[in-house]
C-alpha cells in the first residue's frame, strides 16, 4: 500500500478531479473511488485530502453544495466547474507529457 | 469571472464567518469518520474496535483543521487582529508604561503638528477663492506693484481671463463707537471680486461696474471677524453705513468665515475698499505711482507658460516710453504655490528651525518609548522563548511587537491632535501685540492630518522594529532558563542598544538646550541694550491722518499746536513731534545715496537712516546733544535747510571735517538735491531694531522736509509720577483732528514689538528645550533602575565581599555619568554646527558658539544626570546582600 505522500501534490489534485468530474461526491465517496478504480492502489489519507479539497475550491475548480448521502447523513458535496473543467484537460494533458516522458527514459533499449 | 466570484466570496466568508468554516470542516471531518467506522463494521469489526480503527487512521483532527486553515491564506489578516486584541490587552495591563508612552509621543507629536500646522498656514495656503487653481501671482515691470493706469490697460488687453489686483500696505481711518482706530485694509481693483470669486456669507462683492476707482466709490466689503467683533454681529449689516477716512461707505458684503485672502501669509484684513481718491489720493497720477499687486485668472485653456507669454507681451505692447521693463515678468506662478516662499528667507528659515527641533523632540519620545518596549520585551523573554520553541517564525515575534509600537504611536498621535487643536485655539484668542491682521486657524486639513499619519508610521518603526529585532535575535536558551543575557555587563557588552539610545538622547537634549539658552541670552542681551534714548517717563501717540486732509504746511502747522497745547497739561515736562519713531513700527527711512561735503566732489556713498522731527525732540526723547543745538522754531520752512547727524554718521563720513557748520548735499526730489547745514551731533541709538549693527543717522528738520502728511508721533515727556492719563492725552489730539486714528501708549510698552522675535522666540526654545531635557532624564534614569535591578546579584556579591556603600554608590553613578559624558560631547559637537546658521536671529555681540552657553549646558545636563543616577544609586544601597543572592 503505497501511501499518497509519495504522489506529487499535482496528481493528487488531478485524481480529484477527475473524480469529480463525472459526478458531484463528498469527502469520503471521492477517496473511496480512488481506491476502487486504482483497484486499492492509491490509497489517501484525510490529512492529505481534505486540505486538497479546501485547496482546490479556494483555487474556485470545485464547487461545495449540500446534499445527502447514500445512508441518509447531510454532507458536503463537490462538483466541477467549469473553470475546473479546463484545469483538468490542461492537467491531463501535462501528466500525459509527463508520464510519456519518463517511459521514455525507464524503457529506453539498453 | 464567475470564478473570481466565487473565489472572492470564499475569502470573504473566511474572513468574516471565521466560526462557520470552521463548524462545517468539523462536520465533514465527522461524518467522515463515520461513514469510516461505518464501513469498518461492515467489515466485522467490533463497534469499540472498529471507532479506534477509524480514529487511527484518521491521524489528527487538529493539525487537518490547521491545514485547511492554512489553504485558506488569511493568516495574516487574522494574526494581525489576534495582535491587535492582544498586545491592546496586555498594554492596557500596565497602564503606568502605557502612559507614560502615549503622553511622550502624545506631547512630540502636538509639537510636530502644531509647528506644521502654522507653518503651512504661512506658507503654503490656498486663498479661499472661486476655482483659485487658476488664480496667479504676477510681478512684472521690475517692482512688486504697477500703477493703476497699467493695470487698467493690461486688463483691457485681454491676455488672461481676467486681471486684477490688491494691494495690503494701504490704511484708513475707521470712526468706530469710542474711537477712531487705524486700520490696514485691502485697497482692491474694481473687478477683484469679479475676478477673485472670494467666497461671501452675507451680501456679495462689488462689481467692476460700481467700483471703478475714478468714481471713488464708497462702497465696503467687511471681513467676519470684523463684523462679529467690532460691529457686535448685527444682522442688518448690508446697506449700513460705516466711516472711512471721513467719508461714509456702504457696506456690501460679508465675507465668510475662516476665508483665507489672496495676500496669503495668514493675513486676514478687515476690511476691503475700492481703489479711490479717499483711500489712496495719487493713486492715478502720471507718474510711475506703484499701486496695484496684479492677480491673474487663466482662461479655462490655457496653460501657465501660454498665460505667462500673453502676458508679457501685453506688457510691452502697453508700455509707455518710460516704462521699458513692463514686459519683463520675474514672477507668474500660481497663488499659494512654493515660489512666493523664495522672498520669505527669514519666515521660513524661522519655521525651519522649530520643525527641526520639534524632530529631535520626536526623535528623543521615540527612543525614550523604545527603550521602553526594549525593557519590557525582555522581561518577556521567556514567553518570547517557549513561542520560539513552539514554531513561531521571527517575523510573526517581530510583528506582534511591531503591533504594539503601532497601539502606543496611535494613541500617541490621537492625544497629540487634540493637545494641537488646544493650543492652537488658545494661540487664536490670545491677541499678538501684532500690528498686522493675522488670522490663525485650527485646521485639520488634509496636509496636517497626512503629516501626523506619516509621523505615526515613522515613530512606530522608529519605538518598535530596533527593540522587536533586538530581542527576537539570537539564541533564546538564556531566556528559557530564566537568565538575563544582558545582566552579565561583560566588556564588550557595554555597547548596549539601551545605552546607544539613551546616549543619542542626552545628545539630542544638548542640542535643544544650548539652542534654548542661545535664545534667553539673546533675550537678556537685548533687554540690556539701549536704545539711545529715554524710555521711562514718555508716552507716544501714533496718529493716523486720512490721506489729502492736510498740506504739509498745515499738517505741521497742527502739530505745532498740539504740542503746544500738550505742553500745558499738568505734569508734562516737554512734548514734541516726529514723523517716525525710533524702534516701532514706523521707525524712519533708510537711505542710501551720494552725499556731497563741503562742495568736495564727487561726494561719498552714504546709507543711513533719515528722520523727520520737530523743535526739542532730542530733548523730549532724552538724546544727548553732543555738539551744537536743538531744533528750533525758527528752523522753518523758507529758512535755512539745517540737520543734526549722529556720532556714527561723523566716524563714517565726516572724516576729520568739522561737523558743526558742515555742507551736505543730500538727495531730494530733484537730481540736484539740496544743501543742508549740520547744526548739531546726537549721541548714537538704535533706530530700526534693538539687534542692528550701529547705524548713521541724519535727523531733519519736520517742517522743512516733510512732504506728504499720513502719520504722525507726538511724543509727551513727564515728571516721574506725574503722567497725564494717556485718555487724556488721545483726546487733546483727537479734538484737533477728529477724523484722525489716535494711539496713545508708554514707550516701553511700544517697545515690546521690538522685543517681540526675540521673546517668542526665546520662550517656544526655552519651553521645547526643558521638554527635551526632561524626556531625555526619564530615560535616563529609567536605564539605570533597570540596570540597578538586574545587577541586583552582583551588587549583593559586592556588599557581600566588603565593598562600601560609598564604592556602591560610585559604581552605579559612574556608568550613568559615562553615559551622559558621551552624549554630552556629541551634543556639544553637533550643536556647534547647527547653531551656526541662527546669527541672523541673534543680536550683536553674541556669537552662535558662546562659550558661556555650551559649558553652561554641559554642566546642566551632567548635574541633572547625576541627580537622575542618584536614585537607584541609593536604592542599590538598600540592597540586602542575602537576599538578593538568594533571588538567583
Redesign the interface.
Known amino acids: 500500500m503505497s501511501k499518497p505522500s509519495d504522489l506529487i501534490q499535482g496528481t493528487l489534485d488531478l485524481l480529484i478531479l477527475k473524480t469529480v468530474a463525472l459526478e458531484p461526491r463528498h469527502g469520503w465517496a471521492i477517496a473511496k473511488r480512488i481506491q476502487q478504480v486504482s483497484r486499492d492502489v492509491l490509497l489517501i489519507t484525510q490529512g492529505s485530502l481534505y486540505p486538497a479539497l479546501h485547496r482546490l475550491e479556494q483555487q474556485g475548480w470545485i464547487k461545495a453544495q449540500a446534499g445527502t448521502t447514500d445512508t441518509g447523513r447531510e454532507a458536503k458535496f463537490y462538483a466541477l466547474t467549469a473553470a475546473g473543467r479546463k484545469q483538468l484537460a490542461r492537467e491531463l494533458e501535462s501528466w500525459d507529457r509527463l508520464s510519456t516522458a519518463i517511459g521514455l527514459v525507464v524503457r529506453e533499449a539498453e | 469571472m464567475?470564478?473570481?466570484i466565487?473565489?472572492l466570496r470564499?475569502?470573504l466568508l473566511s474572513m468574516f464567518r471565521p466560526r462557520q468554516v470552521e463548524q462545517?470542516?468539523k462536520?465533514?471531518?465527522e461524518?467522515?469518520l463515520?461513514?469510516?467506522i461505518?464501513e469498518n463494521l461492515a467489515a466485522g469489526m467490533a463497534p469499540d474496535q472498529a471507532r479506534a480503527a477509524a480514529l487511527r487512521?484518521?491521524?489528527?483532527v487538529s493539525?487537518?483543521e490547521e491545514?485547511?486553515r492554512?489553504?485558506?491564506?488569511v493568516s495574516f489578516v487574522e494574526h494581525l487582529a489576534l495582535d491587535l486584541r492582544y498586545t491592546l490587552r496586555s498594554l492596557l495591563h500596565q497602564p503606568m508604561l502605557l502612559a507614560a508612552a502615549v503622553m511622550s509621543i502624545g506631547l512630540a507629536i502636538a509639537a510636530n503638528t502644531t509647528i506644521f500646522s502654522l507653518a503651512s498656514q504661512f506658507l503654503f495656503a490656498t486663498p479661499s477663492a472661486y476655482r483659485a487653481d487658476r488664480l496667479v501671482h504676477i510681478r512684472m515691470g521690475g517692482g512688486s506693484h504697477v500703477s493703476h493706469r497699467q493695470w487698467r490697460a493690461l486688463q483691457e488687453s485681454g491676455a488672461l481671463d481676467g486681471l486684477t489686483g490688491f494691494n495690503i500696505e494701504t490704511s484708513a481711518n475707521w470712526r468706530g463707537p469710542d474711537q477712531t482706530v487705524n486700520l490696514i485694509t485691502m485697497a482692491v481693483a474694481g473687478n477683484f471680486f469679479d475676478v477673485v470669486g472670494v467666497p461671501m456669507t452675507l451680501g456679495r462683492g462689488f462689481t467692476a461696474q460700481e467700483a471703478q476707482a475714478e468714481l471713488d466709490p464708497p462702497v465696503v466689503v467687511i471681513s467676519h471677524r470684523f463684523w462679529q467683533q467690532r460691529l457686535g454681529g448685527t444682522p442688518g449689516v448690508i446697506g449700513s453705513t460705516l466711516i472711512f477716512n471721513a467719508r461714509p461707505y456702504t457696506v456690501t458684503g460679508v465675507i465668510a468665515d475662516g476665508a483665507r485672502s489672496i495676500a496669503g501669509l495668514g493675513l486676514s484684513p478687515e476690511v476691503y475698499l475700492p481703489v479711490g481718491r479717499t483711500l489712496m489720493p495719487d493713486f492715478n497720477s502720471t507718474g510711475p505711482v506703484a499701486t496695484i499687486q496684479l492677480v491673474g485668472r487663466l482662461r479655462d485653456d490655457q496653460t501657465l507658460a501660454a498665460g505667462r507669454a500673453a502676458m508679457a507681451a501685453a506688457g510691452q505692447a502697453v508700455a509707455t516710453p518710460g516704462e521699458r521693463r513692463l514686459g519683463e515678468l520675474w514672477l507668474f506662478a500660481p497663488v499659494g504655490s512654493t515660489e512666493q516662499i523664495g522672498s520669505l528667507a527669514t519666515v521660513s528659515a524661522f519655521f525651519g528651525v522649530l520643525l527641526v527641533a520639534v524632530g529631535l523632540i520626536l526623535a528623543i519620545a521615540c527612543a525614550n518609548v523604545a527603550g521602553l518596549l526594549l525593557a519590557r520585551a525582555t522581561v518577556r523573554g521567556r514567553e518570547i522563548a517557549v513561542r520560539v520553541a513552539l514554531g513561531a517564525s521571527r517575523w510573526r515575534l517581530v510583528q506582534q511587537l511591531l503591533v504594539e509600537g503601532f497601539w502606543i504611536a496611535c494613541f500617541g498621535t490621537i492625544t497629540g491632535l487634540v493637545l494641537m487643536n488646544l493650543v492652537i485655539g488658545l494661540l487664536a484668542r490670545v491677541p499678538l501685540p501684532l500690528p498686522l491682521p493675522l488670522e490663525l486657524h485650527a485646521d485639520l486639513d488634509r496636509r496636517v492630518l497626512v503629516y501626523s499619519a506619516v509621523l505615526t508610521l515613522v515613530t512606530t518603526i522608529l519605538c518598535a522594529l530596533v527593540p522587536a529585532l533586538q530581542v527576537t535575535r539570537g539564541s533564546q536558551l538564556p531566556a528559557l532558563k530564566n537568565q538575563d543575557p544582558l545582566a552579565v555587563q561583560r566588556a564588550g557588552r557595554w555597547w548596549s542598544l539601551r545605552n546607544l539610545l539613551v546616549i543619542g538622547q542626552v545628545a539630542v537634549a544638548l542640542v535643544l538646550l544650548v539652542t534654548a539658552l542661545l535664545f534667553v541670552r539673546n533675550l537678556a542681551r537685548a533687554g540690556d541694550l539701549d536704545p539711545g534714548f529715554e524710555v521711562e517717563n514718555l508716552q507716544v501717540a501714533q496718529i493716523g491722518i486720512v490721506q489729502g486732509r492736510f498740506t504739509p504746511a498745515s499738517g505741521t502747522a497742527l502739530l505745532e499746536e498740539a504740542v503746544q497745547r500738550l505742553r500745558g497739561m499738568p505734569g508734562v515736562q516737554g512734548a514734541s513731534y516726529a514723523f517716525g519713531a525710533p524702534l516701532m513700527l514706523r521707525s524712519g527711512m533708510t537711505t542710501g545715496a551720494r552725499v556731497v561735503i563741503n562742495g568736495k566732489a564727487p561726494g561719498v556713498d552714504a546709507i543711513y537712516q533719515d528722520s523727520f522731527v520737530g523743535p526739542d525732540y532730542f530733548t523730549v526723547m532724552g538724546i544727548d546733544v553732543v555738539k551744537g543745538r536743538e531744533f528750533r522754531q525758527e528752523d522753518r520752512r523758507g529758512s535755512p535747510v539745517v540737520v543734526a547727524v549722529n556720532e556714527e554718521f561723523v566716524r563714517r563720513y565726516l572724516l576729520g571735517e568739522e561737523p558743526i557748520g558742515a555742507r551736505l548735499r543730500l538727495p531730494g526730489p530733484t537730481d540736484a538735491g539740496y544743501l543742508a547745514e549740520v547744526v548739531a551731533v546726537v549721541r548714537n541709538g538704535k533706530y530700526r531694531s534693538l539687534g542692528e549693527s550701529q547705524q548713521a543717522a541724519v535727523y531733519e528738520v519736520f517742517g522743512q522736509r516733510v512732504n506728504q502728511l499720513r502719520f504722525a508721533h507726538v511724543f509727551v515727556r513727564s515728571r516721574p509720577g506725574a503722567a497725564p492719563a494717556p485718555a487724556d492725552i488721545a483726546g487733546v489730539l483727537q479734538d484737533m483732528d477728529p477724523s484722525a486714528a489716535i494711539d496713545v501708549q508708554p514707550m516701553r510698552t511700544s517697545l515690546a514689538f521690538a522685543f517681540m522675535p526675540s521673546r517668542v522666540g526665546a520662550g517656544l526654545l526655552g519651553a521645547l528645550g526643558a521638554l527635551g531635557l526632561t524626556l531625555a532624564m526619564v530615560g535616563l534614569f529609567a536605564i539605570v533602575a533597570y540596570s540597578v535591578s538586574r545587577r541586583t546579584a552582583e551588587i549583593g556579591i559586592r556588599v557581600a565581599l566588603g565593598a562600601t556603600r560609598n564604592a556602591v554608590v560610585i559604581l552605579v553613578i559612574r556608568d550613568a555619568l559615562v553615559i551622559a559624558c558621551l552624549g554630552s560631547a556629541i551634543g556639544v559637537g553637533t550643536a556647534s554646527l547647527l547653531t551656526s546658521p541662527l546669527s541672523m536671529f541673534l543680536v550683536g555681540g553674541l556669537r552662535p558658539t558662546d562659550p558661556i552657553t555650551f559649558v553652561g549646558t554641559t554642566a546642566l545636563m551632567l548635574g541633572v544626570s547625576a541627580l537622575a543616577a542618584w536614585i537607584p544609586a541609593r536604592r542599590a544601597l538598600r540592597i540586602d546582600p542575602v537576599m538578593a543572592l538568594r533571588a538567583e
Open positions: 464567475p470564478r473570481t466565487d473565489k470564499l475569502r462545517s470542516l462536520h465533514e471531518l461524518l467522515h463515520r461513514e469510516q461505518d487512521a484518521f491521524g489528527s493539525l487537518i491545514q485547511c492554512d489553504t485558506r491564506r
